[in-house]
């Protein structure tokens, strides 16, 4: 016989729980990707750890080089 119903629901959902929402999580920036001292006129938001919206990660990148500071990537989009 097979496995019981309930259990071929109960795996995946478990599983499904286990996962992080999609777009979420905090993410290091690629920075190395951005050495060239100034960065393309792109609109491609992400919302950084300190709550602002930045334009496209080279800023988020250029803004944490510029003032020392480790701002991640919350999430990709504006900040709500």
Do not use: H
């Amino acid at each position: 016989m097979g496995a019981p119903p309930a259990l071929l629901w109960l795996l995946p959902g478990l599983l499904l729980l286990l996962l992080p929402p999609p777009g979420k999580g905090d993410s290091e920036p690629q920075c190395n990707l951005y050495a060239l001292p100034g960065c393309p006129r792109n609109f491609n938001p992400v919302c950084g750890t300190d709550g602002k919206t930045y334009p496209n990660e080279c800023v988020l990148c250029s803004t944490n080089r510029e003032e020392k500071r480790s701002v991640q990537i919350s999430y990709k989009g504006s900040c709500s």
